[in-house]
């Protein structure tokens, strides 16, 4: 006997990942609504809101951070509205944990590793620009970790104060000597740097006394041997542990990268931006690894 009725059961959770679908080619491969309107069938109004809708929701993090020990750290502005700090592991590259802030400081930063670390973390070694403020806080949280200063960091502030044709000769050594920096790779090479750059200071140190504060070229190149005098004690750590990167390269690539994408959304509200950067993480993550 028939009863001549059809029976429809909607799947939420198909549902659901058919509009994370259409929203992961909306952050991740930069297709408008437009676009998205033609692959989909689906109407604008339709596709505007699945994308508020999951604009409002905040992805998953990583919740158990004791495995990772080796960490990229450093910052990048959007213009002048703001500034993502990124927390990348060191091999294979991903994405830990980010902050967006207005400006880079120890007030902004201490929280966000207290709650890392309440997570976990705790590293061995962590390389990065060496920003003072955020410095300080790493080192009250974590104070037998290493922190390794990035030579890329080093070697282009510096050549950026010198300018590329300094007017002193001074300035002409200087600068030859930082552009080596980056190439150390063996201990004998860095004590060679090392034993340089002392030699650098014992021949100009008269000069560089005598040298008058009158010249933003001058004042630059006080600026630029104080850089290298600061940081020479944590240059080197790379060179004992091959775990540990010498640079903040990846995390340099990385920022480019999302820039790139950022600006082919460019006038999302800033709440809506933030979550843009943290969702374009979290599928980053996904396509390296189905662990989380």
């Known amino acids: ?11 939420a959770d198909v549902r659901r990942l058919n509009h994370q679908h259409w929203f992961k080619l909306w952050v991740l491969e930069g297709f408008s609504i437009r ?3 033609e692959l989909s069938g689906l109407s604008r109004s339709t596709l505007l809101r699945i994308k508020n809708v999951w604009l409002a929701k905040t992805p998953d993090e ?17 213009h002048k509205d703001g500034c993502l700090l990124s927390l990348i592991l060191a091999h294979p590259p991903l994405i830990l944990s980010n902050l967006y802030v207005p400006k880079e400081g120890y007030e902004v930063v201490l929280p966000w ?16 620009d060496g920003e003072r403020s955020i410095l300080r806080a790493l080192k009250e949280l974590w104070p037998h970790a290493v922190f390794q200063r990035c030579l890329y960091h080093i070697q282009h502030e510096g050549c950026r104060w010198l300018r590329s044709q300094p007017q002193t000769q001074a300035g002409r050594d200087l600068r030859k000597l930082l552009l080596q920096l980056a190439a ?11 034993q340089n750059f002392h030699r650098w200071q014992k021949n100009y140190q008269t000069f560089l006394a005598q040298l008058p504060n009158t010249t933003k070229a001058n004042v630059d190149l006080k600026r630029t041997v104080n850089l290298i005098h600061n940081a020479l004690p944590n240059m080197f750590h790379y060179l004992m542990n091959p775990s540990i990167p010498s640079t903040t390269n990846k995390i340099e690539n990385w920022h480019s990268l999302l ?3 950022y600006r082919q959304h460019a006038g999302l509200t800033q709440p809506h931006k933030i979550q843009y950067l943290r969702w374009f993480s979290y599928f980053k993550n996904q396509q390296k690894t189905n662990n989380f």
């Open 1 to 11: 006997m028939f009863c001549f009725k059809t029976f429809i059961w909607k799947r």
């Open 35 to 37: 676009q998205l309107v």
């Open 62 to 78: 990583i919740q158990d951070l004791s495995a990772f020990k080796y960490l990229l750290l450093d910052g990048t502005y959007f």
């Open 113 to 128: 590793f207290a709650r890392l670390k309440k997570q976990g973390l705790d590293p061995i070694a962590l390389t990065s």
């Open 184 to 194: 150390t790779s063996s201990v004998r090479q860095k004590n060679q740097w090392i």
């Open 259 to 261: 820039k790139r994408s």
